[in-house]
């Protein structure tokens, strides 16, 4: 689930149905996308299924169960290339959405998710060509605040959190910065965690070294990670955070993606959280490895808690600042 109510958007069919890719942070090609709407026209929750009309009554059923109280309404977009599979999906949706009393002000179909393209919305008989996704107003403020770039899909979302390096000289790297740290455990964790609230602050990337030393830091300090968590509250840090993982393996690597699920959810950004986890999972020996944070952001994934609830764990860092020598102002 995404929340794109820290970027609210007044609901103009053309506007809103170009700015749901900035809002998912993937193009959603062969989706059905179902966001709630509020009384006054805000975006609220969005989710993403693909084409399965059991997968979108679900989706319906669970969004109304967590959508705030004054999200009276759906809109419906569905993209696929077979004119009949979108229609499908968006008619099963919509018939779900009116047996819970949500109104349907859009429901549109289009075959991709590409510039130029023809969708027709059935509620208004509207018919016209998609704007570009990536010139959005919600796009190009997101760009502005430094976040990570829309991904042409969920594949390529994946793609971004691929090592840069073989596993065996990844290790080798961290162990060097490991030895490193067991010399001077909290100035090496609080350097590191300084390096990175800059990089958050310039909206910069970490450099190889940088990532290898934060995601060791993050791995051995639990205080650490809530520092790290509270440093990542302004926009763009899940960009820094996607890149950091690259350099790294093993439970290191699980740290960093922790944190970035954590970050990426609390910010709207469902779609890049479950990318997170699942790479986690993937990449786990045993379960016992995956981080106890991992674990509660995969609860929070699979019963769509609401992005409002996971931002206060961002927050709660705050209280531990004072161990690494930080106060508020940092």
Do not use: C, W
């Amino acid at each position: 689930m995404n929340n794109a109510e820290s970027n609210p958007t007044t609901v103009n069919l053309a506007q809103f149905i170009a700015s749901v890719p900035a809002m998912l942070g993937m193009i959603p090609n062969n989706s059905l996308v179902i966001a709630t709407l509020t009384l006054t026209g805000r975006v609220g929750a969005i989710a993403r299924v693909d084409h399965d009309t059991a997968a979108a009554i679900r989706a319906v059923d669970t969004l109304k169960q967590t959508a705030q109280a004054d999200a009276v309404s759906v809109a419906l977009i569905s993209a696929h290339p077979n004119g009949d599979t979108a229609e499908d999906t968006l008619l099963a949706a919509t018939k779900r959405a009116h047996a819970l009393g949500l109104e349907v002000p859009i429901a549109t179909v289009l075959s991709e998710y590409t510039a130029g393209e023809f969708f027709f919305d059935f509620p208004s008989g509207t018919a016209a060509h998609l704007a570009d996704p990536h010139t959005s107003a919600v796009a190009t403020a997101r760009i502005v605040a430094g976040s990570a770039p829309i991904a042409e899909s969920r594949d390529a979302l994946a793609d971004e959190l691929t090592p840069a390096d073989d596993t065996a000289e990844l290790l080798a790297r961290q162990f060097d910065a490991r030895h490193t740290r067991a010399e001077s455990p909290q100035a090496t964790d609080t350097e590191n965690l300084d390096t990175y609230r800059a990089a958050v602050t310039d909206h910069r990337a970490l450099t190889p070294t940088e990532a290898i030393a934060l995601a060791v830091t993050l791995a051995d300090n639990p205080r650490a990670r809530d520092v790290a968590l509270y440093f990542s509250q302004p926009t763009g840090a899940d960009a820094i955070l996607t890149a950091a993982a690259r350099h790294t393996a093993g439970y290191a690597r699980f740290a960093v993606l922790s944190i970035l699920a954590t970050v990426a959810y609390a910010n709207g950004n469902g779609a890049r959280a479950a990318v997170a986890l699942e790479a986690i999972e993937a990449e786990v020996a045993h379960e016992t490895q995956i981080p106890k944070l991992a674990l509660l952001m995969r609860a929070a994934v699979d019963n769509v808690v609401h992005p409002d609830k996971v931002q206060t764990v961002l927050e709660a860092g705050r209280t531990v600042l004072p161990e690494f020598g930080f106060t508020d102002e940092n």
